[in-house]
T-cell receptor
Framework: AQSVAQPEDQVNVAEGNPLTVKCTYS??????LFWYVQYPNRGLQFLLKYITGDNLVKGSYGFEAEFNKSQTSFHLKKPSALVSDSALYFCAVRDGTSGGSYIPTFGRGTSLIVHP | SQTIHQWPATLVQPVGSPLSLECTVEGTSNPNLYWYRQAAGRGLQLLFY??????ISSEVPQNLSASRPQDRQFILSSKKLLLSDSGFYLC???????????FGDGTRLSIL
């Protein structure tokens, strides 16, 4: 079984400040982890993924995420937030073990609001 | 690059009417295709996925069905819509054993 928790429904941050959107996961095999962003009335856009290797993953639009195996977390970060980063962010996980399901499970999403 | 087209963007239907939502993919071949429903602007519920023509897996039993008549065409249907079918429907594509990589802009379905 696999699951994702995004403990914050909403994150507020001032423009120019660093931002963190939290994600914790549970999976029986090797975790493959993903972040997506959704702007209003649009589909999701893929931001970044962790499969293996360096725990710090860099993605689109200046975002990065840090994989922490001991804490089973994959928090999304950005050093300096922009107003245009305001959107809904989804974390997803799937079991990367051979024979595992390749269908990811999505979290409920976190609304990021960046204030000018 | 890969593009997903969904139409219509918005649809208002009466209870009990039929439904057909279409999704087509450009810029790739033999993709995995997915139908998701997003309720209240939040979590995604996987409805169907397909790894090839005529191959459909259903994740949630309900009055919806899906078909894949061509490699890059994925259709979501219903014979009789329920009020609970309202939501934002998203089509997505991916490759091999990878995750959904590309999403369409969705269809917002309202049932009256």
């Amino acid at each position: 079984a696999q699951s994702v928790a995004q403990p914050e429904d909403q994150v507020n941050v001032a423009e120019g400040n660093p931002l963190t959107v939290k994600c914790t996961y549970s999976v029986s095999g090797n975790p493959y982890l993903f972040w997506y962003v959704q702007y209003p009335n649009r589909g999701l856009q893929f931001l970044l993924k962790y499969i293996t290797g360096d725990n710090l993953v860099k993605g689109s639009y200046g975002f990065e995420a840090e994989f922490n195996k001991s804490q089973t977390s994959f928090h999304l970060k950005k050093p300096s937030a922009l107003v245009s980063d305001s959107a809904l962010y989804f974390c997803a996980v799937r079991d990367g073990t051979s024979g595992g399901s390749y269908i990811p499970t999505f979290g409920r999403g976190t609304s990021l609001i960046v204030h000018p | 690059s890969q593009t997903i087209h969904q139409w219509p963007a918005t649809l208002v239907q009466p209870v009990g009417s039929p439904l057909s939502l279409e999704c087509t993919v450009e810029g790739t071949s033999n993709p995995n295709l997915y139908w998701y429903r997003q309720a209240a602007g939040r979590g995604l519920q996987l409805l169907f996925y397909s790894v090839g023509i005529g191959q459909i897996s259903s994740e949630v039993p309900q009055n919806l069905s899906a078909s894949r008549p061509q490699d890059r065409q994925f259709i979501l249907s219903s014979k009789k819509l329920l009020l609970s079918d309202s939501g934002f429907y998203l089509c997505a594509s991916g490759q091999g054993t990878g995750q959904p990589q590309h999403f369409g802009d969705g269809t917002r379905l309202s049932i009256l």
